[in-house]
């Protein structure tokens, strides 16, 4: 199917539309071209600079072959236009810093424009938050939160949740007695003296054993050193 024209001019004007937006990027203002207007300068003197420079050592350096050659007015005339070039030098360091000078301010005056900016931003936003909270709602709100929690002591008051005297006096003499025995435990004495145990009958009779054993011993020794005495 043919396209009919509205579809034709519709491609059209989005090019334009596009081509218009990508043209406002691009273009610069009247603070772009000063500020490039100025760097540029600054670039040509800075060049001018260093031509100048150069120009001197060239005339400082033929002026000393001069004076070598025996030439002295040749000399002279080498040692002139250095000076001369020495005069321009500093009319053009001048200019130089003015134009730095006046960079730098048009940048710290840029930069308190977009500070300002950005401070007006956070104004407009921080009244914008605060006109969505009325001072009498937020009074009324706090009214009714404490009318709620007042209302909330009354229902655990009335379902016995909360504590009442007595139960407090029966809590503290609670808390006392337990205070009492643990001082009683920590003042008894732990350790208890060992108790004797029995001795089994065996061992009574192993014993008796041994004794006698043991005498009898000692009366036959007692014999023999008699009849030995004799």
């Given at each position: 199917p043919t396209p009919t024209n509205t579809e034709q001019q519709q491609p059209k004007q989005a090019i334009a539309m596009g081509g218009s937006k990508s043209k406002a990027k691009?273009?610069?203002?009247?603070?772009?071209?000063?500020?490039?207007?100025?760097?540029?300068?600054?670039?040509?003197?800075?060049?001018?600079?260093?031509?100048l420079e150069t120009v001197m050592t060239k005339e400082m350096e033929m002026a000393r072959e001069l004076v070598a050659a025996g030439k002295k007015k040749q000399a002279l005339l080498c040692l002139k236009?250095?000076?001369?070039?020495?005069?321009?030098?500093?009319?053009?360091?001048?200019?130089?810093?003015?134009?730095?000078?006046?960079?730098?301010?048009?940048?710290?005056?840029?930069?308190?424009?977009?500070?300002?900016?950005?401070?007006?931003?956070?104004?407009?936003?921080?009244?914008e938050i605060q006109s969505e909270?009325?001072?009498?709602?937020?009074?009324?709100?706090?009214?009714?939160?404490?009318?709620?929690?007042?209302?909330?002591?009354?229902?655990?008051?009335?379902?016995?949740?909360?504590?009442t005297e007595v139960d407090e006096e029966a809590i503290a003499a609670e808390l006392a007695e337990l205070m009492a025995s643990d001082l009683e435990a920590i003042s008894a004495?732990?350790?208890?003296?060992?108790?004797?145990?029995?001795?089994?009958?065996?061992?009574?009779?192993?014993?008796?054993?041994?004794?006698?054993?043991?005498s009898s011993a000692s009366s036959s020794s007692n014999g023999r050193v008699a009849v030995a005495a004799e």
């Open positions: 691009n273009e610069l203002t009247a603070h772009d071209r000063a500020m490039l207007d100025l760097q540029n300068q600054r670039d040509q003197l800075k060049q001018y600079r260093d031509k236009k250095k000076r001369f070039q020495e005069t321009s030098l500093e009319r053009a360091e001048g200019m130089l810093f003015n134009i730095e000078e006046l960079i730098n301010s048009v940048e710290f005056a840029q930069m308190q424009k977009e500070t300002f900016d950005r401070l007006k931003e956070g104004r407009d936003a921080l009244q909270m009325d001072l009498n709602e937020i009074d009324q709100i706090m009214a009714d939160t404490k009318e709620a929690m007042a209302y909330q002591d009354q229902i655990s008051e009335r379902l016995g949740t909360q504590l004495p732990t350790d208890a003296l060992p108790e004797k145990t029995p001795e089994p009958a065996a061992t009574n009779v192993v014993a008796a054993a041994v004794a006698s054993s043991s």
